[in-house]
């Protein structure tokens, strides 16, 4: 396994374990006016799995493919992953992060090299799209522990 791939099958549960780690994050005040909970975060990064899993489907199979920018607040879908319960929500979050992980992990030389264009950075190798996505997921991360330590 290559070493994005590794970064990419561990960071989710690695950091997740720690971060809840005998803390109760349901119901938790997000951290001001317009601002995302701790479970609006985590349902955030479920949905964009989602997002994510698509998109790599059409950089494979695309020449190309442009992406809007993507809006969770404008998504039917994060509506959905919001309203679910906390252990439906983790255990939603782990299945598809599984699948995604064998996909990275199956990837080419020829598919990582793929491009997609982001709205924002332009063209991209598939394997700066993943890149992209653990940062992404990351920012999430950071932000899951500081509402959860009440920072």
């Known amino acids: 396994m290559n070493t994005l791939a590794a970064r990419f099958a561990s960071q989710l549960d690695d950091a997740l374990f720690e971060i809840l780690h005998g803390c109760q994050i349901v119901g938790l005040p997000s ?3 317009g601002k995302w909970s701790a479970t609006d975060n985590l349902a955030h990064l479920g949905r964009y799995h989602e997002v ?3 998109r790599l489907s059409r950089i494979i199979a695309e020449d190309a493919p442009e992406f809007a920018r993507y809006r969770a607040d404008d998504d039917e879908e994060f509506a959905a992953w919001r309203a679910m319960p906390l252990d439906a929500m983790l255990e939603r979050i782990r299945s598809v992060r599984r699948s ?3 996909r990275v992990e199956s990837l080419t030389t020829e598919q990582l090299d793929r491009i997609g264009v982001h709205p924002a950075f332009g063209r ?3 394997r700066l799209w993943i890149e992209f996505f653990l940062m992404h997921e ?3 991360l950071y932000v899951i522990l500081q509402r959860t330590r009440g920072v």
């Open 52 to 54: 994510f899993a698509e």
């Open 138 to 140: 990351g920012h999430h």
């Open 100 to 102: 995604l992980s064998t």
């Open 124 to 126: 991209m190798r598939l």
């Open 31 to 33: 951290a001001g006016a």
